[in-house]
């Protein structure tokens, strides 16, 4: 019997020890040379690609007991976690190279979601991005600020390897979110929406970007950090759907004083419907680059229009204590109780009293409320 026939029955008797390392090598390097010598794609040539992948994973349990590996482990802010799965193929983002989770020990940083071999965790130079997302919440809102390859000197914008646009030694490729040209090992032509070309173009296309850009983008999309009467105010002139969202923005912060003043709305916990849009609830002017994406496609509108009418409901039909806060427009004296986020009408920016649209314009006369509330003080002044 041939030494790595008998490698292969001792394999299958599961009766390895960590002598047989060397051994074991050997059959491998037998098995490799026999599929180059047996016929392509024969029975035998099958069995033996099947027993040198047994023989492989053999080997590397004795190299590397997963037992020896730390569950969790702390590197340069990153959490990395080792992962259980099998047999999900990776990308390690250290040496660019695939984790075979099936004989290979990889982890996964719980922050940034960076991969890599257990391997390469001690050549790790590149700390977790998370820590940039919580320190400098912010995007560059320039669009693909170039500076030139020769202002980088010709070198990785990461770390640092000599590249050039030839490809020699390393292809440059650009990433569009930074401007800054990164070697292959950085940047894996990977693509994301750029925020400075939605706020400046209301363009929505992916372009390439680096490996960073990438993980810094994923954890930015939903952080409300646009303000965009600030950044671009021209931008609601000329997208229809920004005016309708502000609209129901604006009319849920009118509504969100009912709520909280009602037993039956907080029991029912009506403000949750925009849990994972929190920012909704507090203001009206800042948006995170995945509610741009959701007004573009429509979805936003759709979502945001079905909770509008829900609240609406609350307010105006299902709670008694909700519609005694109504007003009647005391313009007019007529029509039905009003709201202060119903469409057609308008609220005194002083007292918050409100009237028919139509009544308060057509009057250019002060608010009786706030004519009422003058009075009252005039009064108590002439009688301390």
């Known amino acids: ?9 001792m394999f299958a008797q599961g009766s390895f020890v960590a002598s047989d390392v060397e051994q ?23 069995d033996t690609v099947i027993k040198l992948i047994h023989l492989r994973l053999k080997l590397q349990e004795l190299k590397d007991p997963e037992e020896d590996e730390p569950n969790l482990q702390v590197l340069l802010e990153h959490r990395f976690s080792k992962e259980k799965s099998k047999s999900v193929k990776q990308m390690c983002d250290k040496c660019s190279t695939i984790i075979w989770g099936l004989i290979q020990t990889w982890y996964t940083c719980t922050g940034c979601y960076y991969r890599c071999h257990s391997k390469c965790m001690n050549l790790i130079n590149k700390p977790c ?11 560059e809102l320039s669009i693909c600020p170039e500076v030139g390859l020769d202002k980088q000197d010709y070198r990785c914008a990461e770390c640092r390897t000599p590249i050039s646009l030839r490809g020699v030694p390393n292809e440059a490729r650009q990433c569009d979110y930074t401007g800054q040209y990164y070697c292959s090992s950085c940047h894996w032509n990977d693509t994301a929406i750029i925020p400075s070309r939605v706020i400046h173009n209301w363009e929505f296309e992916p372009r390439q970007v680096c490996r960073t850009s990438m993980r810094y983008l994923a954890l930015m999309i939903s952080r409300p950090v646009l303000k965009l009467k600030e950044i671009n105010p021209l931008l609601f002139n000329f997208v229809e759907e920004l005016v309708e969202i502000r609209k129901l923005r604006q009319d849920i912060l009118l509504m969100k004083p009912y709520f909280i003043t009602c037993k039956e709305a907080m029991e029912a916990r009506l403000l949750l419907h925009l849990q994972d849009r929190q920012h909704f609830v507090e203001n009206d002017d800042m948006y995170s680059l995945q509610d741009l994406i959701d007004t573009s496609s429509g979805r936003l509108s759709c979502s945001l229009t079905e909770i509008h009418t829900t609240f609406a409901k609350h307010i105006k039909l299902d709670c008694e204590k909700c519609q005694a806060k109504g007003f009647m427009c005391e313009l007019c004296k007529e029509g039905d ?33 706030c004519a009422r509330m003058l009075e009252r003080q005039h009064e108590e002044s002439q009688n301390p």
Do not use: G
Request: glycine fraction near 0%.
């Open 24 to 46: 074991l090598k050997q059959a491998i390097a037998e098995c490799k040379r026999l599929i180059l010598e047996l016929p392509e794609h024969s029975e035998k040539q099958k």
């Open 337 to 369: 109780i009003l709201f202060p986020f119903d469409n057609h009408t308008s609220v005194c920016h002083d007292c918050f009293a409100v009237f028919h649209r139509d009544c308060y314009y057509d009057n250019s006369t002060t608010c009786p409320r």
């Open 1 to 9: 019997r041939e030494p790595w026939l008998h490698i292969v029955w």
């Open 129 to 139: 991005v998370r820590s940039k997302v919580s320190h400098q919440s912010e995007y």
